[in-house]
């Protein structure tokens, strides 16, 4: 036994090492995913009897007019939330200079972030208010007609959108702060010496050297926008009649709503939102699994 | 001191041995009482019930009134309570059906109750059982401000023309006839239901509701006909889509509106607003065609025995309890509300006196529950959706019910 373990050492510690991350992990993420997925090949209201039905969910949700609705709610989300990536390098550029109180302005910059979510929804519904808003008090001082941008399916989703914007804009900002500090001052000189200055200087040295602040804010931005629910939830509850739902909310009103519990129709959603996000992490593991092997 | 020390020390052990051995005397009522006014009023029913059978003691676990409605499904298949509160109607047929809830006819039969529920008695019916004892109820109609009509010299309508005409004169004087607000959608389902109501009769309603007509028939059509007079007449508030209920009870609390199709509970928010007895109205909402008996809704609040039940019997003494007549009296009393035992007696208010004379006798027809009670719960959400739709977008009427009889062929 003793010789066994001299001879094994180094195979085996990381195992043990890992055994209790292995374990949660399987526990809390792989096993539920697997049973989603078997749930939803059943109807289910959550209190009798499970009956098997096959495909039925997935050929229903094809039929589906808020599941497609959602769906491109979902596209629309992922295209426009990767705006707080440019946005936020521009605010660490911006307060990445030496004046008396920075820290403080730094500090109110990141302050959305700090906040929760039903706060920013709270007060974004506020500032889009119909009759005392202060967009519309805006709008109207400039001669427009006000407009109830969370009644409207045209602009309830954007509206939304814009919220959201505000704190991931600042996540990106302290992402990038950070990086900005380990930016390597004789570079910078070297470029100087070379003529490069502004865009130039921007897009040639100063980026390269903050890829993987780029990298982390790529990611927390399209898990963010994958996973929005609580703005969604506080602002509109999906409406004006569906048109602002993403998939994760439609997923959760079928579930638990109160006029939900179809818990196998519901998993079959959640299914269709893992394939989306499977996409990108797959994309994500290869990344890093090249960047470990050293390419 | 050391005596009180002593007794309770006593206490203690009773509860335990009563938790232990005399669990005949223990039991359990989960309920949804979340708010002040329904919380004292329910404690205060405890309290009476175990002030007239010592032997019996009650323990009370209080859920927050929308974390319920998720809850009871979990605790009632998990670890079922004695009594549970719940609503009457379709609402409680996904209870009724998994076996979760029992039936209580003798509670009903040694209490009289059959004549004593008769208005509430239909909603509590599944099966040809009883399955709970309704505790309390309300009207809905329409609150309106009648300073403004006096003011106006509009007279209360009793017809659909009156109504129409009622508005024009509001309209014309700058006032929006009804305020309402859609974000959360029920409220359309209430207009929804009065026009349907009004148009074609309960039986048609109730048909609809539940699932045995089209909603491409000629008559859900006429019924949207009638709703598109008053969109086009500009009856609503504007960007109603964006107002929550409460949002919407400002522009009738400054004068902006006149009107709103509500239940009861919007009586104390109006009356917080300045709007007292002199300036706030009820009537019943008007006739549409005439000649069909005008049919109330009147969404009951209930209280349920488990299938799972630890202790049945005490829990059905609590039941009995809960459906007498002068119970239901001080209860509703408290509530603000209307009881369900025709033995009982209404707190003297304007609109409780007006809303029971009317349920009483004014609504020949029948009294429905409320849209999302009588209907099942996923066309329900449906339904309501496209109701909001339709009142911003009428033009896409054709769509709307095609896809609500889409949606009605599926789920029923």
Known sequence: MYSFWKNNQLKLSPWIFLAPGIFMFSLYVIFPIFQSIGLSFYQWDGLGEKTYIGVENYIELLDDEYFFISLKNNVIWLVLYILAIPAGLFAALFLNQTVRGIRIYKSLFFFPFVISQVVVGLVFSWFYDPSNGLLNVVLEGFGFNPVAILAEEDYATYGIIAAGLWPQTAYCMILYLTGLNSVDPEQIEAGRIDNARGWKMLWYVILPQLKPATFIAVVVTVIGALRSFDLISIMTAGGPWGSSRVLAYYMYEKAFSEYGFRMGYSAAIAVVLLAIMMVYIGLILYRLYRDEKGY | ?412
């Open chain 2, 1 to 412: 001191m050391k005596k009180i020390f002593k007794s309770q020390i006593a206490l203690a052990l009773a509860g335990i041995l009563a938790g232990t051995s005399a669990i005949a005397g223990t039991i359990v009522i989960n309920g949804d009482t979340s708010d002040p006014a329904p919380k004292a009023a329910f404690q205060a029913v405890i309290d009476g019930f175990e002030a007239e059978n010592p032997d019996v003691n009650v323990v009370y676990n209080l859920f927050d009134h929308e974390g319920y409605k998720a809850a009871i499904r979990n605790f009632l298949s998990a670890d079922a309570p004695d009594i549970s509160f719940w609503y009457a109607g379709n609402r409680m047929a996904p209870f009724v059906d998994a076996g979760l809830f029992a039936p209580i006819d003798d509670v009903w039969a040694d209490q009289g109750l059959y004549s004593l529920m008769k208005t509430s008695a239909p909603g509590m019916t599944m099966d040809g059982k009883k399955w709970g004892i309704p505790y309390t109820y309300y009207n809905w109609g329409v609150y309106y401000r009648q300073d403004i009509f006096e003011d106006l010299g509009i007279a209360v309508p009793k017809t659909w023309d009156q109504f129409i005409a009622a508005g024009k004169t509001l309209n014309a004087n700058g006032v929006t006839p009804i305020t309402i607000g859609t974000k959360y959608l029920w409220t359309a389902g209430g207009v929804f239901d009065y026009l349907n109501l009004r148009t074609n009769g309960y039986d048609f309603h109730m048909a609809l509701t539940r699932g045995e007509v089209a909603w491409t028939d000629d008559r859900v059509r006429a019924t949207m006909a009638n709703w598109k007079q008053l969109i086009d007449a500009d009856f609503f508030l504007e960007n109603h889509a964006a107002l929550s209920w409460q949002e919407a009870l400002a522009p009738m609390g400054n004068g902006e509106a006149a009107m709103y199709v509500m239940g009861n509970f919007a009586v104390a928010p109006l009356r917080e607003l300045g709007l007292d007895d002199s300036k706030l109205g009820f009537f019943q909402f008007p006739e549409i065609t005439p000649g069909v008996p005008m049919a109330e809704e009147a969404p009951t609040d209930t209280i349920h025995l488990s299938a799972g039940a630890k202790n049945p019997v005490d829990a059905k003494r609590f039941l009995a309890y809960a459906a007498r007549a002068d119970v239901q009296t001080a209860w509703n009393e408290a509530l603000g509300q209307l009881p369900t035992n025709a033995g009982s007696s209404v707190v003297d208010d304007k609109f409780l006196n007006a809303a029971f004379s009317m349920l009483n006798n004014d609504a020949p027809g029948g009294v429905a529950q409320f849209y999302d009670r009588d209907t099942k719960a996923e066309m329900a959400s449906i339904g309501m959706e496209n109701f909001q739709e339709f009142m911003v977008k009428p033009e896409r009427l054709e769509k709307i019910l095609e896809r609500l009889e889409k949606a009605r062929a599926k789920l029923y």
